[in-house]
């Protein structure tokens, strides 16, 4: 029921916000895009790890099929992850509480980590010069797990909420479901000795089933956690990866301690 009603009033009140629940294959999807997100992820890897590369114009990389000469060479591992986030928001009016939500959002993700070694003249490779990037791309976004209210009308002096209204309803930004993100879920780039992980979880929007004053989701802001080459080294060598960041400063829709937490397994499947 509550799908059936996220559906209705998503296409009476707005076109920025899509409903909840699994990606499903674009009406304009590109030709050399798949249709799904688990497929695509593939594609990507498969065009990265496809043997006798040639030499890449764009980036300037030669592969390892020119022997003697110096470069670098990529190979793609895959990846699969849960971010979760625990938050909420809260307003007063005159000292008294006018609206109030606490919610818990759940995505699920694919990906690729981006391997790129360095070559010397000799073919040889420079492990010291290894560098790290991820791309993800989002499979399902579930808040359900979300309670709330906001006030519909004001009584009295000093005035205070005579009318409250539930939040029942809830729906995913657009652009935030497969293939509207761009930048990903999870991204990685390497500098000097650290790499940063940027995460970037979705936006949600929380809803009255009648009314359109709703709460919005503050925690799909990025954040970033940095760590050591030889911490992602290790890593991608134990296949896991467990992050849980406690936020002390948050936006508006994204109260101090709010949590966020990320679990990544790297590897084949």
């Known amino acids: 029921m509550r799908f059936i009603l996220c559906c209705v009033l998503g296409l009476c009140l707005m076109t920025m916000f899509v409903p909840s629940g699994r990606a499903v294959p674009p009406m304009g999807t590109s030709l050399n895009q798949a249709p799904f997100p688990e497929e695509e992820?593939?594609?990507?890897?498969?065009?990265?790890?496809?043997?006798?590369?040639?030499?890449?114009?764009?980036?300037?990389?030669?592969?390892?099929?020119?022997?003697?000469?110096?470069?670098s060479?990529?190979?793609?591992?895959?990846?699969?992850?849960?971010?979760?986030?625990?938050?909420?928001?809260?307003?007063?009016?005159?000292?008294?509480?006018?609206?109030?939500?606490?919610?818990?959002?759940t995505e699920r993700f694919v990906g690729n980590l981006i391997v790129t070694r360095s070559t010397n003249r000799?073919?040889?490779?420079?492990?010291?010069?290894?560098?790290?990037?991820?791309q993800t791309i989002s499979t399902e976004i579930d808040a359900s797990d979300f309670k709330g209210r906001v006030c519909g009308r004001y009584?009295?002096?000093?005035?205070?909420?005579?009318?409250?209204?539930?939040?029942?309803?809830w729906l995913v930004g657009d652009g935030e479901e497969y293939p509207g993100r761009f930048e990903g879920v999870v991204s990685a780039s390497t500098y000097g000795r650290s790499v940063t992980l940027r995460i970037d979880g979705p936006n949600i929007l929380f809803l009255p089933a009648q009314g359109n004053q709703g709460l919005k989701s503050g925690c799909g802001d990025q954040m970033q956690v940095r760590v050591s080459r030889e911490e992602f080294r290790q890593w991608m060598r134990?296949?896991?990866?467990?992050i849980t960041r406690t936020l002390t400063k948050s936006p508006m829709g994204c109260r101090p301690d709010s949590t966020v937490h990320l679990e990544m397994r790297i590897g084949k499947k």
Not at 122 to 134: K, N, P
Not at 155 to 169: F, K
Not at 238 to 242: D, E, I, S, T, W
């Open 238 to 242: 134990q296949g896991h990866v467990r």
């Open 73 to 105: 060479s990529s190979r793609a591992l895959p990846l699969e992850g849960t971010l979760q986030i625990k938050s909420g928001h809260s307003s007063t009016l005159y000292g008294k509480v006018r609206q109030e939500l606490t919610y818990t959002i």
């Open 122 to 134: 000799t073919g040889q490779d420079a492990t010291e010069h290894e560098t790290y990037a991820i």
């Open 155 to 169: 009584g009295g002096t000093p005035p205070a909420c005579v009318q409250w209204q539930p939040l029942e309803i």
């Open 41 to 71: 992820i593939i594609r990507r890897r498969e065009a990265i790890n496809k043997p006798d590369k040639s030499h890449d114009r764009g980036s300037g990389k030669k592969s390892t099929a020119y022997p003697g000469r110096s470069g």
